[in-house]
């Protein structure tokens, strides 16, 4: 089991490193010119050995001064030789590798952009932001230096053994003893660091995500006075990180230690062994010598590989990390059935029978959903936290997928049509607001292909945000910060809403949006909200009694199905659900 495991860990380590290597095509020409100096550089190695052996044996033991000095010259161009084309190929493989890294954190981000909505519903933002960051840094810092540095010396250190097998085959052999033994740790230790270093990569990715959790809701914990406790969890969180990567340093060190240990012991045996062939078989003192000084540099690469095993696992760690995220499913805007190149011109929306759960083993959230919806048409959904309101706006805009039932709008269904169309037609105003750290233009156009400045401005003037946009330093260049926090939280509010009206959407949908905003701007979002609903085709999330009133159709959810349906007068007179929740409202509206 143990054996077919290790395959299993080799093979996946291969495909990690072949779809790594796809990145470098693009610059192949940097790594071709790295690969094409390492036979000069290695050939001036060799020749820099074989003029030590040859200035020992014919001119320093005998005593010759004759073409000593030249020999010299020669070793010493040998030695700029081999310095210069080893430095050409170190900057060539960084080269190549620091743009392939380039590469793979632009597609990478690129494919994040296209996750499913319910992809970040259900994974902390922490999490993604872990493989985008840190996991990309060890793949930066270690990966290409590491394992496309180890691949040039161990080129080099298969011709100076060629060359000490032709020297002297008996002290090579010699010398090739330990080898063995070295391989045995290294792959040993090598399995127990990767192990260490995977848990010390989901550790820090934990971590990762509730520290942005924290910080994100800095107010909340400092108002209810859990500094403490948060303080705590994210110490646990911290100390399994730091035990993981503890583990892995003892394995390290270890490894360090024993193959210098081994390295030791292989030049002993060396001078030994070769001291006797000095004396019976009277082979030269540069023979030795020669041996002696490339014994250091044909275990550079495995020392050089001791030392950066960790860091080699650390990356291949993280690129397993890196390959899930690429393994994630994209939304591709286009997919559907319905290929007509113009806009979706919203007619009418039917919901028929709707079931919908958001997973196989929990129960259905949404049940037997039945509506209809026309161009024009103003529908609020009412009910308690929980009762599926927000589930059918997710439905609608393509959030989640895997409805039973029938979603259709002008008569095609909603799985056929691609998700570009739909968003194109469709614009959600939702509670919790983002701003960009940019302008206000910015904010509102999301630099939009088809939205100009006049747009913009057109959209700012039809949900009264220009009233305090033309008071704004700059303007419409006024740089937003902190997620609107130089801004009101109802400025902030009528921006996003003209963000939604500056794509001239045919529906906008209300997700609550309309709650919790100032008292200064709270005249502005009402008469912007009466502009959309007299002139655009609305669903409308609703905790005020103003957006309730104003709809032409009002369907109360509890559970996950329909259980009232009607205009405001007719649920009044029936005096169920929706007249007890109005009550409800009237009580928080006349409170606030």
């Known amino acids: 089991m143990s054996r077919e495991k290790n395959k299993i860990i080799k093979n996946m380590d291969w495909q990690l490193f072949r779809n790594f290597a796809r990145y470098f095509k693009p610059h192949k020409k940097w790594f071709f010119l790295s690969i094409a100096s390492i036979p000069v550089t290695t050939a001036a190695g060799i020749l820099f050995l074989w003029l030590v052996k040859d200035i020992v044996d014919n001119y320093i033991v005998p005593g010759n001064v004759d073409g000593l000095i030249r020999q010299i010259l020669f070793l010493a161009a040998a030695l700029l030789i081999n310095i210069f084309f080893d430095g050409f190929y170190s900057y060539s493989f960084s080269k190549a590798g620091g743009l392939a890294i380039v590469d793979l954190r ?125 303080l705590n969890k994210y110490d646990d969180l911290n100390k399994q990180f730091s035990d993981a990567q503890n583990k892995s340093n003892i394995y390290d060190s270890f490894l360090y230690s024993i193959v210098e240990g081994i390295t030791g012991v292989a030049t002993a045996l060396v001078i030994w062994y070769g001291a006797i062939q000095i004396w019976d078989y009277g082979y030269t003192l540069g023979v030795l010598l020669v041996f002696v000084t490339t014994l250091e540099r044909l275990f550079i690469p495995v020392k050089q590989f001791a030392q950066q095993i960790s860091t080699i696992q650390r990356a291949m760690s993280a690129l397993e990390h890196i390959s899930e995220l690429f393994g994630q499913k994209v939304e591709d805007p286009t997919a559907g059935h319905d290929e007509r190149p113009e ?102 156009s999301l630099r939009r ?58 529906l906008i949908i209300l997700d609550e949006a309309t709650s919790a905003v100032d008292s200064i701007t709270e005249q502005y979002i009402q008469k912007a909200i009466a ?36 205009n405001h007068t007719e649920l009044l007179k029936h005096g169920g659900k929706y007249a007890r929740l109005l009550h409800q409202l009237e009580e928080e509206y006349q409170q606030e």
């Not at 990715?205 to 520290?211: E, H, I, N, P, T």
């Open 343 to 444: 806009a979706l011109a919203l007619q009418e929306i039917e919901f028929k029978n709707v079931y919908f759960r958001y997973s196989e083993d929990t129960p259905d959230v949404l049940k037997n959903i039945s509506f209809k919806l026309k161009k024009g048409d103003r529908l609020a959904l009412v009910g308690t936290t929980g009762s599926g309101k927000s589930t059918i706006i997710r439905l609608l805009a393509k959030t989640y997928t895997g409805y039973r039932g029938s979603i259709k709008i002008n008569g095609i269904e909603l799985a056929d049509l691609p998700i570009a169309r739909i968003r194109e037609a469709i614009s959600i105003m939702q509670q919790d607001i983002y701003m960009f750290n940019d302008t206000v233009e910015f904010n509102i």
């Open 531 to 566: 502009n959309i609903f007299s002139t655009k085709t609305v669903i409308a999330v609703a905790h005020r009694l103003s957006t309730i009133k104003n709809s032409d159709m009002i369907l109360v959810l509890e559970d996950g199905q329909i259980i009232e349906r009607g």
């Open 106 to 230: 632009k597609k990478l981000f690129g494919k994040s952009l296209r996750f499913p909505l319910s992809y970040f519903d259900k994974k902390p933002i922490g999490v993604t932001l872990s493989r985008l960051t840190s996991d990309m840094e060890s793949v930066s810092e270690s990966f290409a230096a590491g394992i496309l540095g180890l691949l040039a010396d161990s080129i080099k250190t298969l011709a100076l053994l060629g060359y000490l097998f032709y020297l002297n085959w008996r002290l090579t052999l010699v010398l090739l003893l330990v080898v063995p033994l070295i391989i045995l740790v290294i792959n040993y230790l090598r399995k127990k660091i990767r192990k260490a270093y995977n848990t010390s990569r989901t550790s820090l990715a934990k971590s990762a995500a509730y520290l942005q959790e924290s910080l994100s809701g800095m107010k909340t914990i400092q108002l209810f006075s859990a500094e403490d406790k948060v």
């Open 449 to 506: 292909k088809y939205i100009s400045k006049s747009d913009v401005e057109q959209a700012a003037s039809f949900v009264y945000a220009n009233y305090f946009i033309d008071q704004l330093p700059g303007g419409y260049q006024f740089i937003i910060q902190d997620n609107g926090g130089n801004l009101s939280k109802g400025q902030a509010q009528l921006i996003s809403f003209a963000r939604a009206i500056a794509g001239n959407s045919e």
